[in-house]
């Protein structure tokens, strides 16, 4: 039903991910799933871009949150970056922003 | 324990502690999915095909117990050697430690070989391990012989320590026997050299894997590096479920003896939260005071609890996390605080308010839980797992460390919750009073002259209501814009657009182009209004109430100058009505116009009856349904975005409402218990307003859960409603005889501030 996609740009253990269209439960699980092959390939650096993303959901947040937790975990980091208006304020009112940076740009995110 | 003691001279005379426990196979504990999964990772392993995998769970979770019931079963069936080695606390000397895993996996691989577990708790000579090993398993003996020899002295290399770790891979490698390592307490290895003790390799090994068990997931990059996921799967241990705690209680008491009703077993589940070590602690007391009744026997099993193993746990690891004893007590206080709170968790910033704690103080402590994995900080909310254990330690605690009952701390911030709940009931019980007053006042304005703000009155008194009565009138009093009724209308349906195509805007807009006449704040103009079919015949209705008022107007029964002509028309007029009405300068509204304005003014508006009396309709309806389908909350989002847009609803506040209409949505979904899954969607744009409905056929709710009761069904969820109160203007749950219907409401015309 969605059209949800997404994009990968990983270079030298960073790794830009692009998304296109509804973030939902599933897309979210989609995310999941390429953020945890990433970090098999030894990737530590997120940037998601969510320029692309008009819509987002509570369950899809949840998801990011616990991917957000994995990447720790793991010694890593993942930031956003091109929210919406709407969607940042949705990621405050849920404390997105205490778990990740919110970026204007990707490249915002180097150098740390 | 072995630890401590000087390498390679002293382990095997004090190698008892080894021994996993009594093996009774087929004693049911619960975990049945768990042994499911156990049983097919032993078939991967005899394909020489195993994989590393850890156990997370609290203390008390019982991972110790499976890992002991999984040790017997492998054991008993022989195929594959198990070693069991459980790491001590306080690891002081890891050549030591690496020295004492070594005598332990040779001593279980001999009794193995032998099939005679008391083996293990004889004392054997370091010769005699040796030549027990050589005789058992050949090659493999010699090598566990050899790498033992080598540890020897008191300080062994990194070579012979490297030796040790790989000693069950390589043990497996020679003899062709899978090894299984089951290794309990791995978090103790956190400091210990976990590099040299349990290497990558040793955990990767596929003929010689291992199960961990370890408290905190936290634990595991300090121990297996930070390839963790690739070398180890973790699984988290929950609470049992209510039938497997009820089996598990019956068994403990019965294997003590003793026969529970069916509603003490249920008690006794209930109470655990699903955790065995509290059910067991239950059954316990239970068995060893029957007479004492179900709340006795809580009140002694937490006694028992918290004198055990784990308060000295919980009490280690928030005394490590929370060095400073003040800040511990503030800890203890949240704790306890949370606990009582139930599920939801008080919100952390308004923590230092409601203890009547320094802030500070507040977040070092706040802090300090988190980093001894107590609580979570779960976006604003804290979060507690509801673990009857830890209800118990902390109290416990709290009552050892600083020598009081009830910490008055928690008290004040139970009262003050108390007290915020009841100035919410009395706030929306004062909005609703206000409400009533000001379409009171409205009532007695009698339509021709009001103060605009009142009709701001539901939103005035959404904004305003901690104000009363008197400070609506004080405002009226400043008011300088009034509005007469043609005005008043043309305001309410207005808003919705005059380009747009709805049903009697036109004729409104048509009214407009009247000009001052309609709007006018005069006194004089006097009205003549009539109710009219409308339709297709329209223009002949127009010109007969025409050519009426001008034969009153003629026999002075009307004034002849200063007259308002206004029809009020059952049904839109065709484009030969509009053009008699723009001809002879008619104002014209809608019936669903007037109940509008009926609505506003709270007062009932006898239109005469034509045809059949049908309820006041809405200026615009639009109504859909939505299968359970994945993702299917967004076609809606697609046809509300639209409806907005033709709304000329400004973009930031029509991607709000998208997203308070998906989680309404998926709220629906998840709540509605219709066997078709459908939801019915109802878009109405009436006066000012929007409203959508979103209604299921499910279990009722009687009211609004509290905002942000968040994160606590699967992780996350419950935002929600939470969401939809902060992205719309008004929301309410209406209950349906089958269902429930939230309705949201925005108002049209309001920019995004307000």
Same mark, same amino acid.
């Given at each position: ?12 253990? @960073? ?76 990621? @405050? ?7 990740? @940076? ?11 | 324990?072995? +630890? ?178 089951? *290794? ?209 330690? *902390? ?194 509204? +809608? ?148 269902? *429930? ?14």
């Amino acid at each position: 039903m969605g059209s949800f996609t997404f994009k990968t740009h990983a270079e030298g253990g @960073r790794a830009v991910i692009r998304t296109h269209g509804y973030l939902s439960r599933t897309a979210g699980e989609k995310l999941e799933q390429e953020i945890v092959r990433l970090l098999g390939e030894g990737v530590r650096r997120f940037v998601m871009n969510l320029h692309d993303t008009d819509l987002i959901n509570s369950v899809g947040i949840s998801i990011l949150i616990g991917v957000i937790e994995r990447v720790r975990a793991q010694g890593g980091e993942l930031d956003f970056s091109e929210l919406t208006p709407v969607n940042e304020e949705i990621f @405050r009112i849920m404390g997105l922003h205490r778990h990740a @940076r919110l970026l204007r740009t990707d490249g915002e995110a180097e150098p740390r | 324990m072995m +630890t401590g003691a000087k390498p390679g001279s002293r382990a095997v005379a004090e190698s008892r502690a080894v021994l996993p426990g009594a093996l009774e196979p087929d004693r049911f504990f619960g975990r049945v999915g768990e042994q499911r999964s156990l049983g097919l990772r032993a078939a991967s392993l005899a394909r020489g095909r195993g994989r590393s995998l850890a156990y997370c769970a609290r203390p008390g979770s019982g991972k110790t117990e499976l890992l002991r019931q999984w040790h017997g079963r492998v054991y008993h069936e022989g195929k594959i050697l198990p070693f069991w080695y459980s790491v001590p606390r306080d690891i002081r000397d890891p050549a030591a430690l690496a020295c004492d895993i070594l005598v332990s996996l040779s001593l279980q691989a001999l009794a193995f070989s032998r099939r005679d577990p008391l083996l293990l708790t004889r004392t054997l000579s370091p010769g005699q391990l040796a030549e027990g090993l050589r005789s058992a398993w050949g090659a493999g003996g010699v090598l566990l012989a050899e790498t033992l020899a080598g540890l020897e002295g008191a300080t062994p290399g990194p070579f012979a320590l490297s030796k040790a770790a790989l000693a069950p891979h390589r043990l497996a490698s020679l003899t062709g026997t899978r090894v299984l390592c089951l *290794v309990d307490d791995v978090g103790n290895l956190a400091a210990a050299q976990p590099g040299l003790i349990w290497p990558e390799e040793a955990t990767a090994s596929p003929i010689a894997p291992a199960i961990f068990t370890l408290d905190d997931e936290s634990q595991l990059p300090p121990i297996f590096g930070p390839n963790v996921a690739a070398l180890v799967t973790v699984d988290r241990l929950g609470p049992l479920s209510v039938e497997a705690s009820s089996r598990l209680a019956r068994n403990l008491a019965q294997s003590a003896g003793l026969e529970l009703s069916e509603q003490a077993l249920a008690a006794i589940a209930r109470d655990s939260g699903g955790s065995p070590f509290y059910l067991g602690a239950l059954v316990r007391a239970l068995v060893e005071s029957p007479g004492s009744g179900l709340r006795g026997v809580a009140r002694a099993s937490a006694a028992a609890v918290c004198d055990g193993e784990l308060a000295r746990y919980w009490t280690d690891r928030l005394a490590g996390a929370i060095p400073d004893r003040r800040i511990r007590a503030t800890a203890l206080e949240i704790l306890t605080f949370c606990l009582q709170e139930g599920e939801d968790g008080p919100d952390a910033g308004r923590l230092a308010e409601l203890m009547l704690k320094p802030e500070a103080d507040v977040e070092s402590a706040l802090a300090g839980l988190a980093k001894a994995g107590v609580v979570k900080v779960d976006c604003t909310r804290i979060v507690v797992d509801d673990d009857p254990v830890l209800r118990d330690v *902390v109290q416990a605690l709290y009552r050892r460390e600083f020598g009081r009952m009830s910490p008055p701390a928690v008290l004040a911030a139970l009262a003050a919750e108390k007290v915020r709940g009841a100035s919410l009931v009395q706030r929306r019980l004062r909005q609703r009073s206000l409400r009533d007053a000001v379409l009171g006042l409205l009532a007695a304005c009698d339509g021709q002259k009001v103060p605009s703000i009142l009709f701001d009155a539901t939103a005035y008194c959404s904004r305003h209501g901690g104000q009363g009565i008197e400070d609506v009138v004080t405002a009226m009093s400043g008011e300088t814009d009034t509005l007469t009724m043609p005005h008043v209308i043309s305001v309410v349906s207005g808003r919705v657009g005059s380009s747009r195509s709805y049903p009697g805007i036109e004729l409104d807009a048509l009214a407009w182009t009247m000009g001052p006449e309609a709007g006018a704040p005069d006194a004089d103009v006097a009205w003549v209004a009539r109710f009219l079919p409308g339709g297709s015949g329209g223009a002949g209705q127009i010109e007969q109430f025409c050519s009426d008022v001008t034969g009153l107007q003629a026999a002075g029964e009307l004034p002849a100058e200063r007259l308002v002509r206004w029809a009020l028309l059952e049904a839109p007029l065709d484009d030969e009505g509009r053009l008699a009405v723009s001809r002879r300068r008619l104002l014209t509204s +809608t019936r669903s116009q007037f109940g509008v304005l009926a609505r506003l003014l709270g007062v009932a508006v006898n239109l005469p009856p034509l045809g059949p009396v049908s309820p006041v309709e809405p200026e615009f309806e639009m109504e859909m349904v939505i299968p359970r389908i994945a993702d299917v909350e967004l076609v809606a989002a697609r046809a509300l975005e639209q409806l907005a847009e033709n709304l000329a609803i400004e973009a930031p506040a029509i991607g709000k409402l998208k997203v308070a209409l998906v989680e309404a949505c998926i709220n629906a979904f998840e709540h509605g218990g219709a066997r078709d899954g459908r939801v019915r969607l109802v878009f109405t744009v009436d006066g000012r307003r929007l409203e959508i409905r979103v209604e299921n056929r499910g279990r009722p709710l009687s009211a609004l859960p509290p905002p942000a009761a968040a994160g606590r069904e699967s992780r996350g969820r419950g935002w929600g409603l939470t969401l939809i109160r902060e992205l719309v203007d008004e929301v309410s749950l209406e209950p349906r005889e089958d269902g *429930v219907c939230l309705l949201m409401v925005k108002y049209l015309g309001r920019g995004e501030d307000g």
